[in-house]
């Protein structure tokens, strides 16, 4: 009787862990690597498999030494089980040892009887496809090996997963599809095919697919988070609501806490996003990621503390690397240091911003805060240097940029560059005033005594464009018929065309005295004949 227990409590435990491997496979399957290696922990050394599925979690949360470690830990794990040998060349295949890891998984494959066979044959499939140095085509020739009987959801899930590195996404859309045929309960599939359709920027077909992962999984976190950062930009409610359901279905983690700030962050609830933020910093001390610094000066300008926002992100500047350092990050240092007055640091930040950003739109948006900042300080040739970058720059550049760049050029007494700038300007818009008008302006800085001649025909093109609408362009016209009257009077010696142009003026403006004190003086040099005489 006392047998027969022991026999039957032996029974049990085998039963429980086997039960409790299976417990730990579901905690990885659902990104539960705290729990699940908790599970196999317990069940070491008794069952041998455990060994694998524990690398399996190191290797999936990146400690590559620690399952190297696990697997050397006893001369006897590797022979235990075949699965063991495959862990063990995934440790090899992260280490780039690919001699050495085939090795391994031809010896497992060897050692894999009929019970074993399918598992082992999946194991190296998915070392192949979920390691860099991994062989895609080899995964897919391990999936074709296995027979149809036992072939399941995970195993064609795996062949997509191997057609995806091979970057053939079709295939792999295929694969995942025929998976979920097999099994639409099979969430990794679902999710698959909407991280496919997130790399073609399809959001109506991957937001269907990862809706579809937690309805056939509600367990299925690494969903809940897709959904939640793509929320995360568009809808900060619906981006809680996903990141609640993110929490609940992971294990307790300081990254629920880094999230949820920047959720606080992006909700533009800043006192709370400090409160978490400092918080954590309590917590972790020096391990405190840099991005939280950034954070906390991104909060603090919010909320117009200038001072604080530029000690936090003088922090953030020297604990971060500068691969992570983003355009943005120097856009707010930009507008710090001009805050603060320091206007020469601030157009050093900006040229940063724009040297590393890779969005026109932002470079832009960079290019025109610089431009503005050299106009402020009147260095109106510093505002024309990026207000040429901004028209180089625009995929389609229109007037206002090319009058605006020309304007400074002009302002800053620059008058050759402006000319040039301005005669792009009649090229492109050769219906419009304002470009002939400029350069007629232009050149004739350049030609102040008028001998060339250099204006003449941009202001008799402004003349002939402005007439259309006398009253509305009275100005422009003006000041086109009082420089060609000059020119006739005092260049040409033409009296009679130089008379003509101050009359037009007292047509348009019949009060202007200038005009009819000159059109007297030109009227009385006619008829005394003086054609060589030059206007008072």
């Known amino acids: 009787m006392r047998t027969i227990?022991?026999?039957?409590?032996?029974?049990?435990?085998?039963?429980?862990?086997?039960?409790?491997?299976?417990?730990?496979k579901q905690h990885l399957y659902h990104d539960r690597l705290q729990s699940a290696e908790q599970i196999l922990q317990q069940v070491l050394p008794q069952e041998k498999e455990a060994y694998y599925w524990l690398a399996e979690v190191y290797l999936e949360d990146k400690k590559v030494d620690k399952a190297k470690s696990l697997l050397n830990s006893n001369a006897e794990i590797l022979s235990a089980h075949p699965?063991?040998?495959?862990?063990?060349?995934?440790?090899?295949?992260?280490?780039?040892?690919?001699?050495?890891a085939k090795a391994q998984f031809d010896q497992a494959l060897k050692d894999a009887n009929r019970k074993t066979e399918v598992e082992v044959l999946k194991a190296i499939a998915r070392a192949h496809v979920e390691n860099k140095a991994g062989d895609a085509n080899t995964a897919i020739q391990l999936i074709s090996q296995i027979k149809d009987k036992s072939l399941d959801a995970e195993a064609v899930t795996l062949r997509g997963d191997a057609y995806r590195k091979l970057n053939q996404g079709s295939e792999a859309a295929k694969a995942y599809m025929e998976a979920l045929l097999m099994d639409e309960k099979y969430a990794q599939a679902a999710y698959n095919l909407g991280k496919i359709y997130m790399t073609q920027q399809n959001s109506?077909?991957?937001?269907?697919?990862?809706?579809?992962?937690?309805?056939?999984?509600?367990?299925?976190?690494?969903?809940?988070?897709?959904?939640?950062?793509?929320?995360?930009?568009?809808?900060v409610n619906k981006a809680k609501e996903y990141l609640d359901l993110y929490v609940a279905h992971t294990d307790p983690s300081i990254e629920h806490q880094y999230m949820k700030t920047d959720l606080m962050y992006a909700s533009a609830k800043y006192d709370e996003a400090i409160s978490g933020a400092n918080a954590i910093i309590e917590k972790e001390g020096d391990q405190t990621r840099p991005r939280l610094y950034k954070l906390l000066a991104y909060?603090?300008?919010?909320?117009?503390?200038?001072?604080?926002?530029?000690?936090?992100?003088?922090?953030?500047?020297?604990?971060?690397?500068?691969?992570?350092?983003?355009?943005?990050?120097?856009?707010?240092?930009?507008?710090?240091?001009?805050?603060?007055?320091?206007?020469?640091?601030?157009?050093?930040?900006w040229e940063k911003a724009i040297s590393i950003d890779t969005v026109v739109n932002y470079k832009l948006e960079y290019m025109q805060q610089l431009a503005q900042l050299y106009k402020e300080n009147n260095d109106r040739?510093?505002?024309?240097?990026?207000?040429?970058?901004?028209?180089?720059?625009?995929?389609?550049?229109?007037?206002?940029?090319?009058?605006?760049?020309?304007?400074?050029?002009?302002a800053a007494a620059e008058f050759h560059q402006a000319d040039t700038v301005f005669g792009k300007y009649t090229e492109k818009y050769p219906d419009q005033v304002y470009g002939f008008y400029w350069r007629a302006k232009s050149r004739a800085q350049i030609d102040t005594t008028m001998e060339?001649?250099?204006a003449v025909a941009d202001y008799k093109k402004v003349a002939e464009i402005a007439e259309a609408d006398k009253e509305k362009n009275k100005s422009l016209l003006i000041q086109a018929y009082g420089y060609l009257g000059a020119y006739e009077a005092?260049?040409?010696?033409?009296?009679?065309?130089?008379?003509g142009w101050?009359?037009?003026?007292?047509v348009v403006q019949p009060d202007n005295a200038d005009a009819q004190k000159f059109a007297d003086i030109l009227k009385k040099w006619i008829e005394e004949g003086k054609g060589q005489t030059k206007a008072e």
């Open 83 to 100: 699965l063991n040998k495959v862990a063990f060349g995934s440790v090899l295949l992260a280490e780039n040892q690919t001699a050495e």
């Open 204 to 235: 109506e077909m991957f937001l269907k697919y990862f809706n579809q992962a937690v309805a056939a999984d509600p367990k299925f976190a690494a969903a809940y988070y897709e959904l939640y950062y793509y929320y995360y930009f568009r809808d």
């Open 381 to 410: 040739s510093g505002e024309a240097k990026w207000l040429a970058n901004i028209f180089a720059t625009k995929p389609e550049p229109n007037n206002l940029d090319l009058y605006n760049w020309g304007l400074a050029h002009y």
């Open 452 to 454: 060339q001649g250099l």
């Open 299 to 349: 909060s603090h300008d919010a909320k117009g503390d200038s001072t604080k926002a530029f000690e936090l992100l003088n922090t953030y500047f020297a604990k971060e690397v500068d691969s992570n350092v983003v355009a943005k990050d120097y856009d707010l240092q930009a507008k710090l240091y001009k805050k603060m007055e320091q206007d020469s640091l601030a157009a050093q930040a």
């Open 502 to 506: 101050f009359e037009k003026i007292l």
């Open 490 to 499: 005092n260049v040409t010696k033409d009296y009679p065309a130089a008379l």
């Open 5 to 24: 227990l022991i026999a039957g409590l032996t029974v049990m435990a085998c039963s429980a862990m086997g039960q409790s491997i299976e417990e730990a």
